[in-house]
């Protein structure tokens, strides 16, 4: 069954260094997200892509996130630098067309650690 | 402003028995029905059912079913025959009009042996 990846599961790290997760959603899959979850919170969308373009970065803090989709496939998001703040779940999901029917299947997440 | 409303932070069921999670919506279009997910403590948020709001019969896959009430703007979340693996946070979600999902706080459930 085709999956979503993302790496790595883990990542600690210490405020002001720079970190960067990747991902490479379902094969055939326009559409690619990126949601960021706060402990005991749900996930909330940072930026949305259709094939290369970016259709949403309005919760993307931009001065120190930023992301990337170069061919319409894997995804990279970057944060520089790293913030206390930025501690969280970051999760990674595709979908087919984007369409508001339909699903998003997520990868495993990475969970950071700012220190 | 859309708004998904869980108001069970936790629950807690029998093994074996059925449980019914709660969600209601407060948006402006509802009309694109809505999603439920479950996220072990692993973390992965996994697909478990959709319902688009004017389906005709509520959905089901497996042991999951929703009960979607368009009058009382609610879309509830039964799992039948709950078993230990079951045992999770579940959110719902409702694909906004940005096309993201805006999601619910989310329930922990528990189920006991």
């Known amino acids: 069954e085709a999956e979503v990846a993302q790496s790595p599961r883990y990542k600690i790290t210490e405020k002001s260094q720079a970190v960067a997760f990747w991902c490479d959603p379902i094969?055939?899959?326009?559409?690619l997200y990126w949601y960021r979850q706060i402990l005991g919170q749900g996930p909330e969308l940072l930026v949305q892509?259709?094939?290369?373009?970016?259709?949403?970065d309005s919760q993307l803090p931009k001065d120190r996130f930023s992301a990337e989709r170069l061919k319409g496939v894997d995804s990279t998001l970057k944060i520089q630098p790293a913030e206390l703040g930025d501690s969280a779940m970051y999760l990674c999901?595709?979908?087919?067309?984007?369409?508001?029917?339909?699903?998003?299947?997520f990868g495993p997440g990475t969970r950071l650690t700012v220190l | 402003a859309q708004k998904i409303t869980q108001t069970q932070p936790g629950m807690f069921v029998q093994e074996k028995e059925a449980v019914t999670l709660d969600c209601t919506y407060d948006?402006?279009?509802?009309?694109?029905?809505l999603f439920w997910y479950k996220q072990p403590s692993s973390g992965e948020m996994i697909f478990l059912i959709y319902?688009?709001?004017?389906?005709?019969q509520n959905a089901t896959e497996g042991r999951y079913s929703l009960n979607f009430q368009k009058a009382r703007k609610s879309a509830n979340l039964v799992i039948s025959a709950s078993q230990l693996g079951d045992s999770a946070m579940y959110f719902c979600?409702?694909?906004?009009?940005?096309?993201?999902?805006?999601f619910g706080s989310g329930t922990q459930l528990t189920v006991l042996p």
């Open positions: 094969s055939g899959h326009a559409t």
């Open positions: 979600a409702w694909p906004g009009s940005a096309r993201q999902l805006t």
């Open positions: 999901a595709s979908s087919l067309t984007g369409g508001r029917r339909d699903t998003q299947y």
């Open positions: 948006t402006s279009d509802p009309s694109y029905g």
């Open positions: 892509f259709q094939d290369e373009s970016v259709v949403d």
């Open positions: 319902q688009g709001s004017y389906d005709q």
